[in-house]
């Protein structure tokens, strides 16, 4: 499948767009991101528009000042944002001003991320080369959706002649296009300790819950091919925190909570069903029912149901797998536990729909069971010493 990826996006240097009306500090951006992307500079926010409306390729990031002549970084932003074609370009919020007000402006302007004056270089380099990669993987999924759609559109055209075969051409087509998606998480995961038997594991805990929560069989597969493509956002958190053996800080579990939202950028826009599906899940599984999730604190039924029920497998699953701070618990241990979050952190009709499948999801979890580590006392005792 390797000619479904857009090799452009994987071969050219990520381009940045600096939006600065201080020359030395315009200066100072471009010369030093220089050695590893290309630039571009304006000074001010409508140059800045102007000089996007002549490029042919979007920047990969932006960077922008905030106090600027004719048109300052809030509007910028937003114009940017109002143009379909930039609308998924990240863009970097260079001020002196971090208190939570500004933040919060920010981000309603449609911010991804700032830095704040005086920088340092290295934090700027590493924060512009974090955004150019999700928008470089959001580039090569669109291109495997928009290969995958012309690809269903063809068959059609085809399975139209001859009726006779239908039914094998959807399934062996319905195959491919799932086969495609778990490639997909599986290699997000690659980065992260899960492995492809936690993929499996949480499409078919996602797909027994959706059955029994009463769910179509259309919308249940949906669910259950989608799920896996939940942490697709951890593409974007940097290695030393998403692999971190230890306990998060604050600041990194912030850091950490950005996923969702950095999931559902790389996922949207598509027209595919399974990866609207799979937006929805990448935004929301963190949410809970009582409205004290992340990212956006939704509570009860504002969270769409596809979220409700993979943040239930996904609990699950995390309760009975070992973690590096963590042994596995027992099935009883774990469902006390989400017994225990019923109507706070889950559903209650999700609880319920899974407590009614309990013994498939029992089944799916021995089947699917991580290989055991060469010494699981060791791993358990280590994991207790780093809290």
């Given at each position: 499948?390797?000619?479904?990826?857009?090799?452009?996006?994987?071969?050219?240097?990520?381009?940045?767009?600096?939006?600065?009306?201080?020359?030395?500090?315009?200066?100072?951006?471009?010369?030093?991101?220089?050695?590893?992307?290309?630039?571009?500079?304006?000074?001010?926010?409508?140059?800045?528009?102007?000089?996007?409306?002549?490029?042919?390729?979007?920047?990969?990031?932006?960077?922008?000042?905030?106090?600027?002549?004719?048109?300052?970084?809030?509007?910028?932003?937003?114009?940017?944002?109002?143009?379909?074609?930039?609308?998924?370009?990240?863009?970097?919020?260079?001020?002196?001003?971090?208190?939570?007000?500004?933040?919060?402006?920010?981000?309603d302007f449609g911010v991804d991320d700032y830095v704040t004056k005086p920088f340092d270089l290295a934090e700027v380099k590493l924060r512009v080369r974090n955004l150019a990669r999700v928008r470089q993987a959001r580039q090569i999924i669109s291109g495997y959706a928009t290969e995958l759609e012309k690809r269903?559109?063809?068959?059609?055209?085809?399975?139209?002649?001859?009726?006779?075969?239908?039914?094998?051409?959807?399934?062996?087509?319905?195959?491919?296009?799932?086969?495609?998606?778990?490639?997909?998480?599986?290699?997000?995961?690659?980065?992260?300790?899960?492995?492809?038997?936690?993929?499996?594991?949480?499409?078919?805990?996602?797909?027994?819950?959706?059955?029994?929560?009463?769910?179509?069989?259309?919308?249940?597969?949906?669910?259950?091919?989608?799920?896996?493509?939940?942490?697709?956002?951890?593409?974007?958190?940097?290695?030393?925190?998403?692999?971190?053996?230890?306990?998060?800080?604050?600041?990194?579990?912030?850091?950490?909570?950005?996923?969702?939202?950095?999931?559902?950028?790389?996922?949207?826009?598509?027209?595919?069903?399974?990866?609207?599906?799979?937006?929805?899940?990448?935004?929301?599984?963190?949410?809970?029912?009582?409205?004290?999730?992340?990212?956006?604190?939704?509570?009860?039924?504002?969270?769409?149901?596809?979220?409700?029920?993979?943040?239930?497998?996904?609990?699950?699953?995390?309760?009975?797998?070992?973690?590096?701070?963590?042994?596995?618990?027992?099935?009883?241990?774990?469902?006390?536990?989400?017994?225990?979050?019923?109507?706070?952190?889950?559903?209650?009709?999700?609880?319920?729909?899974?407590?009614?499948?309990?013994?498939?999801?029992?089944?799916?979890?021995?089947?699917?069971?991580?290989?055991?580590?060469?010494?699981?006392?060791?791993?358990v005792e280590r994991a207790g010493t780093q809290g």
């Open positions: 499948m390797s000619h479904f990826i857009d090799k452009s996006a994987l071969e050219r240097r990520a381009r940045v767009l600096i939006v600065e009306d201080d020359r030395a500090i315009r200066a100072i951006l471009s010369d030093g991101l220089s050695g590893m992307f290309e630039t571009e500079k304006a000074p001010d926010g409508q140059a800045a528009l102007d000089l996007l409306a002549e490029m042919g390729l979007p920047p990969d990031v932006i960077m922008t000042d905030v106090s600027m002549p004719r048109v300052d970084g809030f509007e910028f932003a937003q114009r940017v944002r109002a143009q379909r074609h930039l609308a998924d370009v990240p863009i970097i919020m260079v001020t002196a001003n971090a208190d939570r007000e500004f933040k919060i402006k920010a981000l269903v559109a063809h068959r059609t055209v085809e399975l139209q002649r001859a009726l006779s075969e239908l039914g094998a051409a959807e399934s062996s087509l319905r195959e491919a296009h799932n086969e495609t998606v778990i490639k997909l998480a599986v290699a997000c995961e690659y980065r992260d300790d899960d492995t492809a038997q936690h993929l499996k594991r949480m499409a078919g805990y996602s797909r027994v819950i959706a059955q029994n929560y009463g769910l179509g069989a259309a919308h249940v597969r949906s669910i259950e091919t989608a799920a896996p493509m939940h942490d697709i956002g951890k593409i974007g958190v940097p290695d030393s925190i998403l692999l971190k053996p230890g306990k998060l800080t604050p600041d990194e579990f912030k850091v950490m909570q950005r996923h969702p939202g950095i999931g559902a950028r790389i996922l949207a826009g598509s027209t595919s069903p399974l990866l609207v599906a799979a937006e929805q899940i990448a935004l929301t599984h963190h949410e809970k029912f009582d409205g004290t999730g992340y990212p956006r604190n939704l509570k009860g039924e504002q969270i769409p149901v596809e979220g409700r029920i993979v943040a239930l497998a996904d609990v699950f699953d995390a309760l009975t797998t070992r973690r590096c701070y963590k042994p596995a618990f027992s099935i009883e241990r774990s469902l006390d536990i989400i017994r225990e979050g019923d109507g706070k952190h889950f559903d209650p009709d999700v609880v319920r729909a899974m407590m009614q499948g309990i013994d498939e999801i029992v089944q799916i979890c021995d089947r699917y069971r991580d290989p055991e580590p060469v010494s699981q006392a060791n791993s």
